[in-house]
C-alpha cells in the first residue's frame, strides 16, 4: 500500500493544488498519461456494428482494452436475438460499452444488452454513448411538448448496478449543460468534449497564429469560449435575429477581416446556420473559414451542401476550407470519409481514457 501511495503522489508533483485552480470548469478531458502502467485497468470493450471502427481505433491506443463479442441478430417478427460470446469469463471484470443512437430503430436491442451487461457479475461497467442525440429536445415551452431529452437520460438512469457499483456514462458535447442533471443518482455522468482534438488540429495548420474561433450565436460562446481562452485566440461572436419569418445571422462582436476563422459548434444538423456564418464572414473579409462540430448529425446526407465540389450553399460561395467533426455519429463518417472538406478526429484517445475512470 506505501509503494502505491508513493507512486501516486509523484503521478501528482507539480501540479496546482485545488485552492489555487481559479476555474473549476473542465478544461481538458481525462488524461491518464502520467497514471503508472500498474495502476491501469483492463477493460473488455463490447460495441454495436456501427461503432466497430472506432471500437477498434480505441483498443489500439493501447494494450488495456480488448474487445468482446455479441451476435447481434433478428428474429422473424423483427425483434432483436442476441447473445453475449463468452459472458462467464467476463465476471468481475471492467467492461465497457460504446454505443450509437443515432437511429432510434436501434435503440431497444442497445438498451436490452446495456441492462444484461452488469448483470453478468462484471466487476464494474462504462457505458460509452458519445452522441447524447435527444440532447435538443431538453426543455419544455408551450404545455405539451416533450423533452425527449430527460425521457433518454432516465431509461439511462435505471441501468441495473454492476458488482463494483454504480454504472459510469461517457458523453461528448451534450447539447444543453443543464441536462447532466436529468440523470438520476444511480449512474455517473462524465461529460467530456471533443474542443482538445481540435485545439491539437489547430496547431497544425500552417496559418495557426491567423486563426480566430467563431461562435453561431451567443449559446456557442457561454458554450465553449473558456476552451480557448488560455491559447490566445482571437474571437468573434455571431448573432442570430428575426426578421419576419426568418431568422438573419449579424455579427455581433469580433473582427475577422483577414483572418482564418474557425466556426465551432457542438453539432450541426442541416447546416443552415454554418452557410450563413460563412456568407456573412467571407463578406466580411475572412480569408478563409473552416468550421468545427463534435456531431457531424447530417439527416438525409446534409453533408452533401459542405462537399467540395457542390456548387451550392457555401461550397458555391468559396467553400470551407476545412470542416472537421467527430466520429461520434458512425453513419456520417462512413458517408464522408475521403470527402473534401471533411476530416474526421477520432475520439478513441479520449474514450479509451475515460474507459479508466
Known sequence: MAATANTLNKTLEGRPSLTSIDDYRIVNNIDTSAVPEELKKDCILFYTPDTEPLARKIAAEGTHVQLGNIRWKCFNDGFPDLFVHHATEIRNK????????????????????IYALPRLFIGSFTLVLPFFPTGTAERVETEGDVATAFTLARILSNIPPSRGGPTSIVIFDIHALQERFYFGDSVLPLFESGIPLLLERLKQLPDQGKVTIAYP???????????FKDEGYPE?????????????????????????????DDLVQSGGTLIECHALL??????????????????????????????????????????????????TVAAVEATQPFEVLTLAGPIADALQI
Not at 460561395?317 to 453513419?331: E, I, K, N, V, Y
Open 94 to 113: 471492467h467492461v465497457g460499452f460504446l454505443a450509437s443512437f443515432h437511429d432510434p430503430g436501434k435503440i431497444f436491442e442497445q438498451i436490452s444488452i
Open 217 to 227: 450565436d451567443e449559446g456557442a460562446w457561454k458554450r465553449f469560449h473558456y476552451q
Open 236 to 264: 468573434v461572436i455571431c448573432t442570430k435575429v428575426r426578421d419576419g419569418a426568418k431568422r438573419i445571422v449579424r455579427l455581433k462582436e469580433g473582427e475577422p477581416q483577414g483572418r482564418h476563422v474557425v466556426i465551432v
Open 282 to 331: 467571407s463578406s466580411l473579409g475572412a480569408k478563409h473559414v473552416s468550421a468545427y462540430v463534435t456531431h457531424g448529425v447530417f439527416p438525409r446526407e446534409s453533408w452533401k451542401k459542405f462537399k467540395a465540389d457542390n456548387g451550392e450553399g457555401a461550397a458555391a460561395a468559396g467553400g470551407f476550407r476545412f470542416f472537421w467533426l467527430t466520429d461520434s455519429c458512425p453513419q
